[in-house]
């Protein structure tokens, strides 16, 4: 008889500490710590992160987070604008980075295993993920809540040096950590799915080390977890994990990196409508209508079409567009509230109206062919965007390490860290010679979650 499919990939979770390693594997995993150690830095001091940090406070009464404070804490900073990196259905490294991160901080870590256990946990994520002919927004459910723990709980087993038994109990735990809906994206509790899933992780793969055990075929039995998480599209419970008959995942599926702080499913109309910036250049009160052309699934996905908030506008397909034929770009800044609340972006928002484009994109579940806009004028001239198949970033639009780089020292800038940015992102370039990844500056900048916040930041939660 076959390992059941918990085995196999707890068996690679151990191995992943031996087996070879391509240098792209390696290179993307170093681009994916990166960028999302920028976007924490970038992140932690938002309002919701400081909120999450107080309350934490009030339910510890610690002068400190302790280890799963932390996960949770950096997890949600990671994830909290919107701008780290995607794939596989989700956003893996917002989930395995912090979760290495959090245990990086307390044990000896080097710089090489760390990124052996982030392949390992994204070669999970990704065994996962194909396993769903459908992806999981089509059941309501958020794929890196639900995901994420499991694949988190890998690599922080690999990082651990947990042994194969130990490594399926500690999947098996963190399968129960699984939650995130779809219904609250547009808030901030969508990045703490994020945190909570980092959370879970940490926790299933210490608690595992400390003899706790769980269901040896939790993810494949008949009421397994694939099964809970995809009940109506018959998932892929049996078949052998495709390691061994491929190089790692990351090294021919990296994650994208994002290039505007909302919604993945908006970047290509993004791309669209960044043609039309400098045509109409100071004309944009000539503009009557603007079509914007996309999936069914990405239109219910980006559902704010009047967004009263930062967060919404997350996720308003009007808002980035709108932002795009205005300022050419969407960044950090345009979320800002006076950036927001111009009258002119939001005269461009109440002119769009929606199509959906029916046809797919056969290689991605939920996208169309293309996504573009169009603009009709109020003389009643008609121009069309060219059509995006891949957003800037993508794994077939890749920037480079110079682009890496800029968002890095933008995100630093953003979180009040400019000074430290050169200096970090060479030594995490160079992260695999590091002997101690918890020896590099880098919790120093971490400082709303490394420490609770100070009353400077922002109002404290009422008493009680």
């Not at 932690?44 to 302790?66: G, I, K, Y």
């Not at 982030?118 to 194909?130: D, F, I």
């Not at 129960?176 to 609250?184: C, D, E, F, I, P």
């Not at 009709?376 to 069309?384: I, K, L, N, Q, S």
């Given at each position: 008889m076959s390992p059941s499919l918990t085995s196999q990939l707890a068996r690679l979770a151990?191995?992943?500490?031996?087996?070879?390693?391509?240098s792209a594997a390696l290179h993307h995993a170093k681009c994916?710590?990166?960028?999302?150690?920028?976007?924490?830095?970038?992140?932690?001091?938002?309002?919701?992160?400081?909120?999450?940090?107080?309350?934490?406070?009030?339910?510890?009464?610690?002068?400190?987070?302790?280890?799963?404070?932390?996960?949770?804490?950096?997890?949600?900073?990671?994830?909290?604008?919107?701008?780290?990196?995607?794939?596989?259905?989700?956003?893996?490294?917002?989930v395995l980075v912090p979760a290495l991160l959090a245990l990086a901080r307390q044990i000896p870590l080097p710089g090489g295993r760390f990124l052996r256990a982030?392949?390992?946990?994204?070669?999970?994520?990704?065994?996962?993920?194909?396993r769903h002919p459908v992806l999981a927004h089509t059941a309501g459910w958020h794929p890196s809540?639900?995901?994420?723990?499991?694949?988190?709980?890998?690599?922080?087993?690999?990082?651990?040096?947990?042994?194969?038994?130990?490594?399926?109990?500690?999947?098996?735990?963190?399968?129960?950590?699984?939650?995130?809906?779809?219904?609250?994206?547009?808030?901030?509790v969508k990045a703490l799915h994020i945190g909570r899933a980092v959370q879970g992780a940490v926790l299933a793969g210490l608690l595992a080390q400390h003899g706790m055990t769980g269901n040896g075929r939790v993810l494949e039995q008949e009421d397994g977890w694939l099964t809970t998480f995809s009940p109506h599209h018959g998932p892929d419970r049996l078949s052998p994990i495709a390691y061994g008959r491929h190089d790692w995942l990351l090294a021919t599926r990296p994650p994208a990196i994002k290039c505007y702080p909302v919604c993945y499913a908006a970047h290509r109309a993004i791309e669209s409508a960044r043609q039309f910036h400098h045509q109409f250049d100071g004309k944009l009160p000539e503009i009557a209508r603007i079509t914007l052309v996309t999936s069914r699934r990405h239109s219910d996905i980006l559902r704010f079409r009047r967004?009263?908030?930062?967060?919404?506008?997350?996720?308003?397909?009007?808002?980035?567009?709108?932002?795009?034929?205005?300022?050419?770009?969407?960044?950090?800044?345009?979320?800002?509230?006076?950036?927001?609340?111009?009258?002119?972006?939001?005269?461009?928002?109440?002119?769009?109206?929606?199509?959906?484009?029916?046809?797919?994109d056969v290689n991605r579940d939920g996208?169309?062919?293309?996504?573009?806009?169009?603009?009709?004028?109020?003389?009643?001239?008609?121009?069309?965007?060219?059509?995006?198949?891949?957003?800037?970033?993508?794994?077939?639009?890749?920037?480079?390490?110079?682009?890496?780089?800029q968002k890095f020292i933008d995100c630093l800038l953003w979180g009040g860290e400019l000074d430290a940015a050169p200096p970090l992102f060479d030594a995490l370039m160079n992260m695999e010679a590091v002997p101690r990844v918890g020896d590099l500056p880098l919790y120093s900048l971490l400082t709303a979650t490394d420490?609770?916040?100070?009353?400077?930041?922002a109002p404290g939660l009422p008493p009680g």
């Open positions: 151990v191995d992943a500490r031996t087996l070879p390693a391509t994916a710590v990166i960028d999302t150690l920028g976007v924490m830095i970038a992140g932690q001091r938002e309002p919701a992160v400081v909120q999450l940090a107080r309350t934490l406070r009030l339910a510890t009464d610690a002068p400190a987070p302790d280890r799963l404070g932390w996960a949770m804490l950096s997890g949600t900073a990671a994830h909290i604008l919107d701008y780290d990196d995607v794939a596989l259905g989700g956003h893996p490294s917002a982030y392949t390992a946990g994204y070669e999970v994520w990704g065994e996962l993920r194909r809540g639900i995901t994420g723990p499991i694949a988190a709980a890998a690599a922080c087993a690999c990082a651990l040096d947990l042994d194969a038994v130990q490594t399926r109990h500690a999947l098996a735990i963190a399968a129960s950590q699984s939650a995130g809906l779809v219904a609250n994206f547009g808030t901030p967004p009263v908030d930062r967060m919404q506008c997350c996720f308003s397909l009007e808002f980035a567009v709108a932002a795009t034929l205005l300022d050419g770009t969407v960044t950090l800044a345009s979320l800002s509230e006076c950036s927001r609340q111009r009258p002119a972006l939001r005269q461009l928002m109440a002119r769009c109206q929606r199509q959906v484009n029916p046809e797919p996208f169309a062919a293309a996504d573009w806009i169009e603009v009709t004028t109020a003389g009643g001239e008609w121009r069309r965007g060219q059509p995006i198949m891949h957003a800037a970033g993508d794994v077939p639009a890749s920037l480079g390490d110079g682009y890496l780089r420490a609770w916040p100070g009353d400077n930041i």
